[in-house]
Antibody, heavy 119, light 113 residues
Framework: EVQLVESGGGLVQAGGSLRLSCAAS????????MSWVRQAPGKGLEWVAN??????????YYVDSVKGRFTISRDNGKNSLFLQMNSLRVEDTATYYC??????????WGQGVVVTVSS | DIVMTQSPDSLAVSLGERATINCKSSRSIFYSSNNKNYLAWFKQKPGQPPQVLIYWASIRESGVPDRFNGSGSGTDFTLTIDNLQAEDVAIYYC?????????FGPGTKVEIK
């Protein structure tokens, strides 16, 4: 069974940093694109970042609003996905989901982790 | 970036009737080399992660009832929910995966009339 379990969320002051982790199991992690998607309270879904299977610098993609502040990475040996978030802003407050891209579409999601940025 | 729009923002449908949601992309998400439209539909209930319903614009995800149907090509797409059930109350999102950074539509809220 595919499982994605996020951790690392919490409350942080604006300008601070957090590192989110996603532990993957039940599938060959290194074979799949992985993503972070967020949802601000009461708002719609926003794609944050994608990383291809090998995870090199040229294989990472970010929404404009987080470029230069967030870094997606992966450790294929540990079946783990990460999101390093620096210079956090109040508008980064959201539930962050780890997701797996299957045949085209995202086919599995974690339950999400809450990040709250206070002013 | 490809911008996705949806209409309507919300709709109320009687139980057993049909709900129709439209989605439009700012440019074509049809890839001619493999004849596929890079579009998915998701359903999200409060407090839950999204659930994929449809991908490649018209392929139903395993386990999704056949009341859910996707259609369209190029820039215009539709999700149809036939015989609406109480458990279909949710927000529905379209999403393109044509580009390396994916984008969602703003969502359509479906309620029971």
């Amino acid at each position: 069974e595919v499982q994605l379990v996020e951790s690392g969320g919490g409350l942080v002051q604006a300008g601070g940093s957090l590192r989110l982790s996603c532990a993957a199991s039940g599938f060959p992690f290194s074979n799949y694109w992985m993503s972070w998607v967020r949802q601000a309270p009461g708002k719609g879904l926003e794609w944050v970042a994608n990383i291809r299977q090998n995870g090199g610098e040229s294989e990472r993609y970010y929404v404009d609003s987080v470029k230069g502040r967030f870094t997606i990475s992966r450790d294929n040996g540990k079946n783990s996905l990460f999101l390093q978030m620096n210079s956090l802003r109040v508008e980064d407050t959201a539930t962050y989901y780890c997701a797996r891209k299957g045949d085209g579409r995202v086919d599995h999601w974690g339950q999400g982790v809450v990040v709250t940025v206070s002013s | 970036d490809i911008v996705m729009t949806q209409s309507p923002d919300s709709l109320a449908v009687s139980l057993g009737e049909r709900a129709t949601i439209n989605c439009k992309s700012s440019r074509s998400i049809f890839y001619s080399s493999n004849n596929k439209n890079y579009l998915a539909w998701f359903k999200q209930k409060p407090g839950q992660p999204p659930q994929v319903l449809i991908y490649w614009a018209s392929i139903r995800e395993s386990g999704v009832p056949d009341r859910f149907n996707g259609s369209g090509s190029g820039t215009d797409f539709t999700l149809t929910i036939d015989n609406l059930q109480a458990e279909d109350v949710a927000i529905y999102y379209c999403q393109q995966y044509y580009e390396s950074l994916f984008t969602f539509g703003p969502g359509t809220k479906v309620e029971i009339k």
